[in-house]
Each structure stands twice: as C-alpha cells, then as structure tokens.
C-alpha cells in the first residue's frame, strides 16, 4: 500500500471507531424524557386553558338565559296584577247584571 492509501485507511478506522463509540453509548434517554415531559406538560396547561375557556362561555350563556328568564317572570307578575284588576272588574259587572235580573224577574 502507498502512503495515501494507508492514509485513507487510517481515517475511515478513526471514522468507523467515532461511529462505533457513539453507537455504542446510545441515545442519551434522559434529554428524550425530559423533551416528552415537557411537551406533555405544556399540551396539558393548553387543554385545562381550552376546557376552562368553554366552560366559561358556557356560564356566560347560562346567565344571559337565566336574566331573561327573570325578565320574563317579573313581566309575568306585572300581567297576572292587572288580570287580577280586570276579573275584579268583571266580578263587579256580573254581579250588577244578576242583581238587574232579580229585580226584573
């Protein structure tokens, strides 16, 4: 062998032994955990902020439904008052008309 193939040869050993030196230690697990935790950690503080977003729109449409429920109900009181006068009234008039037709009869 000449000088640049033992020189060639000699590079792709110390490559091949690099290699062999990273394959064999592995992949480093505890920067994978602490990626995986990371990111499940995050994922789950964004779906409690979305799940807590909703439920508070949804507490939001229930007040504005419940207002107007009130609102209906007061209106319901105020008419059911003036039905109260009105069948008074007509109580009264019914009365007159059957005290006419004694007196007649």
Do not use: C, P
């Amino acid at each position: 062998m000449t000088g640049i193939h033992m020189a060639a040869a000699g590079s792709m050993n110390v490559a091949a032994s690099t290699a062999n030196a990273t394959a064999s230690q592995g992949t480093n697990l505890t920067a994978i955990i602490i990626v995986l935790g990371v990111i499940f950690v995050v994922g789950t503080v964004i779906a409690v902020v979305v799940a807590s977003y909703f439920r508070l729109q949804s507490h939001r449409a229930d007040a504005v439904a419940m207002a107007a429920y009130r609102k209906l109900a007061e209106e319901a009181v105020a008419n059911q008052g003036e039905l109260r006068a009105q069948l008074a009234a007509l109580t009264e008039h019914v009365r007159a008309v059957e005290q006419l037709m004694r007196e007649v009869g």
